[in-house]
Each structure stands twice: as C-alpha cells, then as structure tokens.
C-alpha cells in the first residue's frame, strides 16, 4: 500500500524531533555532571566540606552552612573559577557570631574616718540606687563617693550574695577595704584589738552565706610591749614619766590622772600596747606613784609584776617604813615589791660589806649591795645584762671605798656562778662567797665548784648548796604542718567524705568523718590549707568544675560549724581535671570523686650565688665585655685621623 508524502514528512519531523530531545537530555546531563564534579573538586581543595553543590541545568547551586562570612565568599569566588559567576546561586548560610563574653564584673568598697568610696563595674541589673543608700546610711555623716559603672549583662552566679555579705560586712568595720567579686569577698581591715579582731573574724564566717569564698586579713596594730613598763620619777626638776604602758584608754587615763595628782605637768603621753600582765595594771600604778607623791622625791618601776620603789636620800625612816607597809597591803596579790631608802649621805654602812644578787624564777636578777667604784657598778650591771639579759637587770648597788682589792673578781666570779642556776641567790663577803639556788642540771655543783676554784684560787673559801630539779616537760605545741596532712589522709583512707549524689550536700555518713577533721585541725592551729573537691568524667566539664567547687565550699563551711579557726583556709575546685584513677571503671570513678587537704606552701626562692669566686668571674667578664667594646672605638678612631691625614 502507498503511503501519502505527507504522511512520510510528518513521521520523519516527529523522529528527528524525538531524536533532538534525547539528544538535548543527554547534553544537559553531561554539562551538570561536570560542572557539579568540577565545583566539587575545587571546594574539597580548599578543605570546605561544610559547603553542598547541586547542578540543574545550567545553574549550580550552593548550599551548607558556612563558619565565617569571610569563607563563605570565599567559596563563591572559588566556584567562580570552574562555572560562569551568573550560573551561581548562592543559597550558603553563616553560622550565627557567638555573643560577646561578659565582662569581669568587681567592685572595691573602702571605708574610714573620711567616707566611703566604691568603685568597680556591676550588672545594669543590680539596684545600684539602693546600694549607694545603704552606704549612706552606714557612713552616717560622712560622704559617700560613687565611681561605679555598668553593662548590660545578666547577672553571675554568687554576685548577689557576695555584694549582699560585703554591705554587711561593712557596718562591723569601720577601716576596712573589701573586695567583692561573683562568689568571692576579701576583707581587709584593721582592729581596735586582738579580743576586737577574733570576735570580727567569728561574727563575720557565722553571716557568710553557704558557697560563698571568702578570706580576712584583720590586723591589730596596738603593739605587743614586753616587759610591760612604767617608770615615775620626782626629783628637782619636777614630776615625769620616764616610761609608761597601759592596756586600754581607761587604764591610761587613771595612770595619767595619778601622776598629775603627783604633780605631773608636763609630758603626759603613755602607750597602748598588749602585754599586760594583769587586769590590775592601773591600779598598782595608782597606788605606787600616790606612795612617791606621799615621799615627796625619789623613783617607782614597775616591770610586769615586779614594783622597785626608791625614796630620796634623807627621807625620815619612819615614814618611809608606814608608807611602805600600807603599799604593800593594797597592792594586788601578782605584784612583788621591793622598796629602797637609801643611806644618809655621808654616813658609812655599817657590818661586813657585802654583795648579794638574786634571779627569781621568771629571770629577773637584781643586784644590791657595795662596790668600789662607779667603773665596777657599770662593768658589774653590763655583765650581768649581757648573762641574764636587759631588760630583767635591776641595780641598786652602792659606791663604798676601801672594799678588798680582789672584790671585783669576787663579784664578777659570783655572777657567773649565778648564772648556770635557775633560780638562787649569791651572797659576796670579803672573806666568802655563797651561793644557794636550783638548777636543772645534774652537774651544777661540780660544773660551779671548777669555776670558783679556777677564778678565785683554790684557798679561798665558798660554800655552794645546788638543789637539782629535772626540767619542766616542754609546753604544748601544735603538731607539725606535714603531721596534721597526714593524718587528715589517714582519716579519709578510713572514710572518706561523702556526698549525696550531683549534690554539693554531705552525706549523714560521713558526718563522724567531718567530727575527726575538724579535731585534728582544732590541734593544729593556723596552718594554710586548701580543701580541694575533685569530681569524675561523668558529665559536662564546666558542670563538674562547679560541683567540686561546691563540695570544697561546703567542707569549708562544716569546719566553719564545728568552730574551726578557717582564715587561713582556701575551697578551690579543681573539676575532672587531676584524676587520680581510671574514668572507666565504676572503681575508678569512686576514687576520683574526693575531697584532699594540702598545705599552701610557699614558692621556693632560687638562691643567687654570692661567693668571692662568683663576683671575681663576674667582674672579669665585666672587663672583658668592656674590652672588646672598646677596642671598634679605638680602630674607628684611627681610621679618621688617617682619612684627615
């Protein structure tokens, strides 16, 4: 059958077009696979596997998220060099910018007679208003200078409580600098005494709150005096003090208001210090310097309990001995009195001379009696500070002629002998020497017996009667630093503390635990400890960091409880960070969860070498350095004057 040419044309355009078709799919396909191969292969180059790409068509897409907007152009300019820019379509995101950190946030607050001042940055959202009232109305009268700023950040964790603590703080301490940091109050301050600082160091750890760090510095400037001293004189000149102590301002103002009673009228000044051997200070002095004034002239010392008084030359015996007599009745049962009236002047003592010196169990020494000259008192009172010491010496000799021309010797001998006692007395004649007294060595005797021999001859004549006393048994002292650490390990090898578990909270168990810490620290005194909490793997980082810092803070704050003395203790969290075990095993784990105590020692010094040979090395090198410089100079030197030659 034949077919119309129409028929023919129409089937052959519709197989030609079938065939372009095919042909076109074919073309695209291999235009998208290789501009999607070749977009690809130039991202991977630049290591920017964060980037996708899909071709269709004549268009190649990009997509991914991108870290920096710098990279992600830099992606486009990079497919720029396979494809034409126009075929590109970006659709590439930029991961978000992380928010600024927040500031440190701080604030110093300083008080003292003057004002207050504050100064430091704080949340915007602390009431700032409120902070500066409640300054105000601890200052009172004075000003308060407000240097503080602001930002616009949330809040810290433990801001709150330490500024809170801190304003508290501050109404108890009136010359104080504190401190204020998230979770963090120092305190630094001054005290008005000892008794002043340890109450203001126990008021002020009751009101810390739980988890909050703190750490005082409180100091007591009032200085310690020893020995505890006043001395009155009057004489020609008048009424004065040589030397005065006192405990308190009102035991000052009886002492002063005596002496001017006396007939004080010029220098009245007296020093506070600590020292005091006992309440009664004030009135001894009160009725010693009233006795003077009664005597009209001469001189009262009072060295911590122990009262020389010593009338003037002439003073009517009688008087002296009732007035002397009623001195001793009144005055409190601590105090030892020992009055002088010396003799008429020239009148010549009566009896053998003589030369006793006695030291009391506390080490004073006091010397009386005759010597020849004023070279021999003061050869006599410097021996006996430098073998007793300078400040127990009391002397009260007087000067006689025509005493035994080996006296010195004699009187020197004597004091040495006197010395190796504890306590005892020697008594010096021309014709003997005795001494009596207690010593705490078993040799005294033969030790004592050798000297006088070997200083005074063997034929002459002494008598010795030395009672041996076994030394007292050492005081109490707190145990070494190294022996309280180990212990507290030993306890915690018994038990250690517990806590309940992703709580900062002591377990009940381990309650008794705490009990034995805290009375090994109680005998151990002031030592520098840090508590240390540390935690397992288990969990986020800065999540385990916290909770050790927590579990610290709490131990702190029990030791605080049962009346430990913490001021020289630090909590510091150290997280996951020192493990001591295996994180995986259950066993492991149980033992990095701990708390430690370690002493704070302090950073060793490296010692410079300082010997004769050091500095001769130095000093050569020195010279050598100096040297090898001088010798360019030289050679510049001779080069200009050959160039003006």
């Known amino acids: 059958m034949r077919q119309s040419p129409l028929l023919v044309a129409l089937l052959s355009f519709a197989v030609g077009g079938a065939l372009c078709l095919v042909a076109a799919g074919f073309a695209v396909s291999t235009v998208e696979d290789s501009s999607e191969i070749g977009v690809r292969r130039v991202l991977d ?28 152009f830099d992606a486009i300019s990079r497919v720029g060099t396979v494809v034409d820019a126009a075929r590109i379509i970006n659709r590439m995101d930029v991961r978000p910018t992380a928010a600024l950190e927040a500031p440190q946030f701080s604030a110093e607050i300083l008080r003292n007679d003057s004002g207050i001042s504050i100064i430091g940055l704080i949340p915007a959202e602390t009431d700032r208003a409120d902070l500066i009232e409640r300054l105000r109305k601890i200052a009172g009268d004075v000003p308060v200078t407000d240097l503080l700023e602001t930002a616009a950040y ?12 801190a304003s508290e703080a501050l109404e108890r301490l009136p010359r104080s600098k504190l401190s204020v940091e998230p979770g963090l109050v120092r305190i630094t301050a001054i005290s008005d005494s000892a008794e002043a600082r340890e109450r203001l160091e126990n008021q002020l750890t009751r009101a810390a709150p739980a988890g909050l760090r703190m750490s005082m510095d409180i100091a007591a400037p009032r200085p310690v005096i020893t020995p505890f001293t006043l001395r009155f004189l009057i004489d020609e000149d008048g009424a004065r003090f040589d030397a005065c102590s006192a405990e308190s301002e009102k035991s000052r103002s009886r002492i002063v208001n005596a002496a001017f009673k006396a007939g004080l009228s010029g220098d009245d000044r007296c020093i506070i210090g600590m020292g005091v051997p006992t309440p009664q200070w004030a009135r001894a002095g009160e ?3 009233a006795a003077l004034a009664e005597l009209g002239m001469g001189s009262v010392t009072i060295a911590d309990a122990d009262i020389t008084l010593v009338a003037a030359q002439g003073t009517n015996p009688a008087i002296f001995d009732r007035i002397v007599g009623e001195l001793e009745a ?5 105090f030892a009195l020992h009055a002088v009236l010396p003799d008429p002047p020239g009148s010549q003592p009566s009896g053998p001379p003589e030369f006793v010196a006695t030291l009391s169990p506390e080490g004073l020494v006091q010397l009386r009696g005759r010597l020849s000259d004023e070279t ?17 010496v009391y002397t009260a000799t007087r000067l006689v002629p025509d005493l035994p021309q080996d006296w010195p010797i004699r009187v020197l001998s004597g004091l040495e002998a006197l010395s190796l006692l504890s306590n ?22 033969a030790t004592i017996s050798g000297l006088l021999s070997d200083k005074l001859g063997e034929a002459e004549s002494y008598d010795i009667e030395v009672t041996y006393r076994p030394p007292p048994p050492p005081v109490d002292l707190p145990p070494d630093p190294e022996i309280c650490e180990a212990e507290l390990v030993e306890i915690q090898a018994v038990n250690k503390i517990q806590f309940e578990p992703g709580s900062a909270t002591i377990a009940a168990e381990s309650l008794d635990t705490m009990n034995d810490i805290a009375d090994v620290l ?23 960091q916290q909770l050790s810092q927590a579990r610290a803070q709490s131990v702190l704050n029990e030791l605080r409880a049962r009346r430990v003395l913490t001021s020289t203790y630090a909590a510091v969290g150290y997280g996951e960070a ?9 066993a492991g784990r149980e033992a990095n969860r701990r708390i430690e105590f370690h002493l704070i020692r302090p950073e060793p010094i490296k010692e410079r070498q300082t010997t004769l040979e050091a500095v001769a090395e130095q000093a050569a090198a020195e010279n050598a350095a100096s040297e090898d410089t001088a010798e360019p100079d030289s050679a510049d030197e001779q080069g200009s004057e050959n160039e003006q030659n």
């Open 45 to 72: 180059q630049a290591e920017y596997d964060w980037a996708e790409v899909q071709a269709d068509g004549l268009q190649v897409i990009l997509s991914g998220t991108s870290p920096t907007e710098a990279k992600r």
């Open 154 to 165: 949330p809040v810290p964790r433990g801001w709150d409580d330490a500024l809170e603590y």
């Open 287 to 289: 009725l010693v310097i």
């Open 330 to 334: 009144d005055l409190p049962d601590l």
């Open 376 to 392: 021999l008192r003061h050869a006599v009172d410097s021996y006996a500070r430098a073998r007793f010491g300078s400040d127990g």
């Open 424 to 445: 005892g007395a020697v008594i010096v004649t021309p014709d003997n020497l005795e001494l009596r007294g207690v010593s705490t060595r078993e040799d005294a005797s």
């Open 522 to 544: 109680k005998a151990c005194g002031e030592i520098r400890l840090e508590i240390q909490g540390h935690t397992d793997s288990q969990g986020r980082e800065s999540m385990n």
């Open 578 to 586: 020192q493990p001591i075990a295996d994180n995986g095993t259950e």
